[in-house]
């Protein structure tokens, strides 16, 4: 019999990242809000560090599986739902760029460089998987599909710092073009093919991140808030209200990883309204962001403490999770 340890190693999901992508936006969030409220008092450096050692962590547990069963990882790279997940890694990278951009720019620009790099092959590679392909169904379509794409909308926000714009444009219109075509395939499963299973559910928390995300790259790129990055900004906040009067749903949900989906999106539209504030000046949006931050620490409370103790009752990283 294969001995514990080994068995969860083998187990050991890349979508452990999502936790990291979580946290990384949970740093910026409360790093924004200290600059832009004026805070005395600067949780974002406790934050940062944390979320460090979350990556290290994980990225040596995970090379650890590589290397001990390179099937298994290779198996969600083929795999249909896996597959969405594995960009993850690449994503945590780049929020890692912008997290640590202002205390170690030369740190963040070689984060940035490799999470690109290594995002921009995934998606490629995502893309060929999808139109090449025997496998795929509509029951496999779920919004973490949003991830590989749609992701390359983060590129920018430390990129404009660390390349020429243009490599920053590049990225924001692939993300920019693929977040529509995905919520027409998206609404089409939900609407006509029944619910998400259980377990995903809180994935529909993702639909909240690419126009918040692409808010915050267009005023990052553009320099101001204009009619199209209010565009961004209210659709945003739309699915944050949307799933907030579904919220009923999601308290009653078993515990899954998945349950990381989330934090990511709640954490850009947290930042997108304080930097919707720090450019208008106006105090509802002042409001809205400060509602959302504390909502934004609650729920990263609850998902480390209930994600400690699905470790402990080895609930997670055990087979068919």
Request: net charge positive; with cysteine.
């Amino acid at each position: 019999m294969e001995p514990i340890a080994e068995s969860r190693l083998k187990n050991f999901p890349i979508a452990w990242f999502s936790s990291v992508m979580g946290m990384a936006g949970f740093s910026i969030a409360w790093s924004r809000a200290e600059h832009i409220f004026g805070l005395s008092l600067h949780f974002s450096p406790a934050l940062l560090a944390i979320t460090v050692l979350m990556f290290v962590v994980l990225a040596v547990a995970y090379l650890f599986k590589l290397l001990r069963y390179p099937r298994d990882a290779w198996g969600e790279v083929q795999h249909p739902v896996k597959l969405a997940f594995v960009p993850t890694l690449s994503i945590a990278l780049i929020l890692l760029s912008i997290a640590v951009l202002q205390v170690a720019p030369g740190v963040s620009q070689s984060l940035w460089l490799i999470g690109s790099l290594l995002h921009l092959v995934l998606t490629l590679y995502v893309l060929s998987s999808w139109v090449h392909h025997d496998r795929y169904e509509i029951a496999h379509l779920n919004p973490a599909w949003f991830i590989p794409v749609v992701g390359n909308i983060l590129v920018p926000i430390a990129g404009v710092h660390h390349a020429p714009a243009d490599i920053s444009w590049f990225f924001f219109s692939l993300g920019l073009f693929f977040w529509p075509v995905l919520t027409a395939i998206l609404f089409y499963r939900l609407i006509f093919h029944g619910s998400l299973p259980e377990r995903f559910m809180p994935t529909l928390f993702i639909f909240i991140a690419p126009p918040a995300v692409g808010f915050i790259s267009w005023v990052t790129l553009t320099g101001g808030v204009d009619a199209f990055a209010r565009i961004l900004y209210y659709v945003a906040l739309f699915f944050t209200l949307l799933l907030a009067s579904q919220v009923g749903q999601f308290v009653r949900l078993k515990f899954f990883l998945s349950w990381w989906a989330y934090s990511f999106p709640l954490a850009a539209v947290t930042i997108a309204s304080l930097l919707m504030y720090r450019e208008t000046g106006s105090m509802a949006y002042a409001l809205i962001a400060t509602v959302l931050l504390a909502v934004l620490s609650l729920v990263i409370a609850l998902l480390l403490g209930r994600t400690t103790v699905a470790v402990v009752r080895r609930e997670i990283c055990v087979a068919g999770h």
